[in-house]
Structure formats: C-alpha cells, structure tokens
C-alpha cells in the first residue's frame, strides 16, 4: 500500500464513496471526512465525521494525517432531494458549505503545504445552453441559473484566488450528470432510476423525461479521472470541463429494451426549465491523456443488476 494518506471530503458520498472505493482497488491509503450519510464507508477507508464548516476540525484533521493531496467532493444537500433542489430550499447553507467551508479547507490546505487539490464542480455553472449541439470549451462565459450554480461559480473563483495568491494547485472538474449504481438521492437522474426500475419488474406507465441530449458519465469513471490526476507529475490547469459520453433519454429507453427484450418504456418527454450546454473536454484529454471508459450501456447494466439484487434481498 502506497504510505501517503489521500484525504478525501464528503467520502460517504455518491461520487466520493465511488472514488473512495476505486483508490483502495489501487492500493491507496484512504481517509474520509465529511457528514454521515446513507451510503456505506467503504472497507479500507479510516473516517471522521464532521462538516467542512468546522474550520477547527479541518485543522485537526490535516495535522493529524498529513496528506499531499486533497480531494474534494463535499457540497451541501439536504435529504435525499439533490443538489439543485437543496440549494433552492436553503441557499444560506448552501454557501455555507460550498463556498466558506471550501475557503476553510483551503486555508487550511495552504498553512499545511498540501501539493494539490483536486475538487469537483460541475457544468450548470454555464447555464442555459445557446445551441443544443455546439460545445462550450473552459474560456464560456459562467451564467448559472440556479443557486447551486452559483455556489460552484464562487468555489471556482475562490479556487482560482488561493491558486494566484498562494500557489497552490487547486484543480477543478466540470462533471456533466453522473449515473451510476448507488445513486440514492432523486436529482437530475431520478428519471433514469425510474426506468430502470420498470424495466426490472416489467411495469407498463409513462415516465416523464426531459427532452434533448446531454453529457453524462459513469460514477466509476470519476475514481479513473482522480487517479490520473493525483499521479500527474506536471502542473494541471486550474479548471477542466468533463464531457464524458453524450445521450438522450430516447436512447436510454432503446438501451433498456436491447437489455430488456419485453421492456417497452413509455416516454413522455417535456422541455426542461434549463437545458444545460454540452462540454468540451479537449483540453483535459491533451493534458492528462484521460478518456471515459464506460458506457451508456455499462450504466444501465449497473443500475438494473442493482435493482434486481434489492428485489431478492426485500
């Protein structure tokens, strides 16, 4: 086992318990901190509970394991609602935790020596797409919409400052909306859970979905994204977008009836309030070399083999 301890905020997490899963697979010495949640702490992995808010508890956390690199995934939620949602219920927390408490763990970063933090935001910082097809490279104007988008559009700025101010290697993820088992709250992707779930006990009914493609990703991706970076010898780019594959709820539905001979989904798609634009990751496959590995097909065989496990075990 690799003897550097990684430190890794909201690890209980959908995406950070997935990346905390694929750095144990590597033989990595994990830490995780960040609030209880439902979703299990992975085998391997040392804890401690507590918000990124407690900026003393972020000191002590640092000091006590010393780690070169952060990786930081908490954001504030509440129940299991989504981001978006959770940040329009209460967008005071929201900043509280994804704005000051990420200013805590980087001051904190900085007065401990951290080499680099790589930390996830997200592309609804762009805001309304202006062409269903064209991508939007790094260099797009940020025009969120939502206070969620907001909320990263300030950690990006922030990230930005302590890297000009102080050196340090803060390094940002754009992701698109990310699929995968293991999703528990109901955001962006809870139509997708709901078809899945049809096709595993062949129910007929409509499912109502969004119109349009969109970029998305496999959550398991994400695990080989950090890994790349964490290793990356040179200096990354302060922000990178993430396109990962693009799809459409019709081509969902057409996979799950290729998985699922006798499933015939029903949709009824509607036009989404905001239609986010699609990404160009270009920059961070030059720089890394990094392309996604799974599919549209991968994630619905995922999701369904996890449906069909909880139909035997309830």
């Not at 899963?21 to 085998?43: A, E, Y």
């Not at 935790?97 to 933090?117: H, M, P, S």
């Not at 969620?148 to 340090?168: Q, V």
Request: glycine share 8%; charged share 20%; aromatic share 8%.
């Amino acid at each position: 086992m690799k003897s550097e301890t990684l430190l890794v905020t909201g690890g209980r997490g959908f995406i950070g318990s997935s990346v905390v899963q694929h750095l144990l697979m590597c033989n990595r010495k994990v830490h995780v901190f960040g609030p209880m949640s439902p979703v299990q702490l992975p085998d391997g992995a040392t804890e401690t509970i507590g918000s990124i808010e407690d900026s003393q508890l972020v000191d002590k956390v640092i000091s006590l394991y010393r780690p070169k690199q952060v990786l930081h995934f908490a954001s504030f939620s509440t129940g299991s609602v989504g981001l978006t949602r959770s940040g329009e219920m209460d967008p005071e927390r929201m900043l509280s935790v994804n704005v000051v408490g990420f200013q805590n763990l980087l001051n904190t970063c900085v007065a401990y020596g951290i080499e680099r933090v790589v930390w996830t935001s997200s592309t609804v910082v762009l805001g309304r797409a202006n062409s269903a097809v064209e991508r939007c490279d790094e260099r797009a104007p940020r025009l969120p919409l939502t206070n969620y988008g907001m909320s990263k559009l300030l950690a990006e700025d922030l990230a930005d400052f302590y890297r000009r101010r102080h050196g340090l290697e803060v390094v940002g993820l754009r992701i698109p909306l990310v699929l995968g088992p293991g999703l528990w709250y109901q955001g962006a992707a809870a139509p997708l859970n709901q078809l899945a779930m049809q096709a595993m006990k062949l129910e007929g009914g409509s499912c109502s979905v969004p119109s349009g493609i969109f970029d998305a990703m496999h959550v398991k991706d994400i695990g080989a994204l950090i890994e790349k970076l964490i290793n990356h010898s040179a200096q990354l780019s302060p922000i990178y977008n993430v396109a990962g594959f693009t799809t459409s709820y019709s081509e969902i539905g057409r996979c799950l009836t290729d998985l699922v001979s006798s499933f015939q989904p029903q949709l009824k798609e509607f036009t989404p309030e905001i239609t986010y634009p699609l990404v160009s990751q270009a920059m961070l496959e030059n720089d890394t070399g990094w392309r996604h590995r799974l599919t549209l097909k991968d994630i619905l065989q995922d999701i369904c083999i996890e449906h069909k496990k909880n139909f035997h075990e309830h």
